[in-house]
């Protein structure tokens, strides 16, 4: 199990059977699966994990707390700028704002991470 966090073939195999997983749940509970939930929003987790790790493994040093507090700023600000454009915050519009921008910031950051990793080793 340990081989699937830290060597990158493992992360990009678990994340793809977790999609599988996702997949065949969301037509097995067809009826029953919210509508707006996207296979992309059970990423995020799994991302910042493996991207501690790969940071540790090129750098001695981790990347997450930066990427932690980059995702509370960004909190902060969509919610001060849900206030002045609409008046007002609806807990699910911006629960699931700030979750798709999670989404994207954590592939980008953890892409961005495997492409340092890879070329840290080839070099």
């Known amino acids: ?14 994340i793809a059977a977790v999609s599988v997983v996702v997949l065949g ?15 992309i929003d059970f990423w ?27 995702l509370m700023i960004m909190g902060i600000g969509l919610t001060i700028l849900s206030v002045i454009q609409q008046g007002e915050i609806l807990y699910g519009r911006f629960f699931r704002l700030f ?4 989404d994207l910031l954590t592939i980008v950051i953890y892409l961005l991470a495997l492409v340092i990793f890879l070329l840290t080793r080839v070099a």
């Open 1 to 14: 199990m340990n081989d699937l966090f830290t060597n990158w073939l493992g992360q990009i195999s678990l």
């Open 25 to 39: 749940l969301k037509r097995l509970l067809r009826r029953f699966w919210p509508a707006q939930l996207l296979l």
């Open 44 to 70: 995020p987790p799994f991302l910042i994990i493996f991207t501690h790790f790969l940071t540790l493994q090129t750098t001695d040093s981790s990347i997450v707390p930066y990427e932690v507090i980059s």
């Open 99 to 102: 979750w798709r921008v999670t």
